[in-house]
Nanobody
Framework: QVRLVESGGGLVQAGGSLKLSCALS????????MGWFRQAPGKEREFVAG????????YYADSVKGGFTISRNNAKNTVYLQMNSLKPDDTAVFYC?????????????????WGQGTQVTISS
């Protein structure tokens, strides 16, 4: 069974940066595409960024392009989300997710293993 544990959330001022981490255990990390999602108060969960099993393919929601970067370290079984130039609208619970397989792209609905989430709060 896949287990995902996020870390790195917190409170930062607008314009600041945060780097989230998510460690996968229980299965072979480099057999999974990984993704980050977020859910703001009163809103539905939305896709943020995805990365394929090798790290060669990355893709982003339009709302975060240029500001967020997803990466992975297969030797450490960890995926990261570097977030720069944060805005109050980025305040949300951020979730890590996994999709088994080796395609270059997985639509958001294909991610079926989830972490418990980490809170990111951006103050104005």
């Amino acid at each position: 069974q896949v287990r995902l544990v996020e870390s790195g959330g917190g409170l930062v001022q607008a314009g600041g940066s945060l780097k989230l981490s998510c460690a996968l255990s229980g299965r072979t990390f480099n057999s999974y595409a990984m993704g980050w999602f977020r859910q703001a108060p009163g809103k539905e969960r939305e896709f943020v960024a995805g990365i394929n099993w090798s790290g060669a393919s990355t893709y982003y929601a339009d709302s975060v392009k240029g500001g967020f970067t997803i990466s992975r370290n297969n030797a450490k079984n960890t995926v990261y989300l570097q977030m720069n130039s944060l805005k109050p609208d980025d305040t949300a619970v951020f979730y890590c997710a996994a999709a088994f397989g080796f395609r270059a792209y997985y639509p958001p609905t294909d991610f079926d293993s989830w972490g418990q989430g980490t809170q990111v709060t951006i103050s104005s």
